[in-house]
C-alpha cells in the first residue's frame, strides 16, 4: 500500500512538474532553427507518399520455359531467354 501511494505521488509531482514548464523550454535547440515544413514521420501520412518508380532503360529480359514432348512421351523442359 505504501508503494502505490508513493507511486501515485511521484506520477502527480512529475506530471506537475512537466505542465508548470514552458513549451518553449521544453526544445531548447528547436527554438534557435527557422520554421520549416517538417518531414511526414506519422504513420498514417506515409501512406500518401508518393514512391519513387524505378525507370527501366534498355531490354527487360525473362526466362520462358517451353515443354516439349520427347522419346517416350517423356516431359522435355527448354528454358529460352525472352528479351523485350
Known amino acids: 500500500m ?3 501511494a508513493f507511486a501515485a505521488a511521484a506520477a502527480m509531482f512529475l506530471g506537475l512538474g512537466a505542465l508548470s514548464a ?11 532553427q527557422p ?5 511526414m514521420t506519422d504513420v498514417s501520412a506515409q501512406r500518401y507518399v508518393e514512391r519513387r518508380r524505378v ?7 525473362t526466362v520462358r520455359k517451353v515443354v516439349t514432348r520427347g522419346p517416350h512421351g ?11
Not at 514552458?22 to 534557435?32: C, Q, V
Not at 517423356?74 to 523485350?84: A, G, K
Open 35 to 39: 520554421l520549416v515544413a517538417a518531414p
Open 22 to 32: 514552458p513549451a518553449s523550454a521544453a526544445s531548447p535547440a528547436r527554438a534557435s
Open 74 to 84: 517423356h516431359r522435355v523442359v527448354r528454358t529460352t531467354r525472352v528479351c523485350r
Open 55 to 61: 525507370i527501366r532503360r534498355g531490354p527487360h529480359c
Open 2 to 4: 505504501k508503494t502505490t
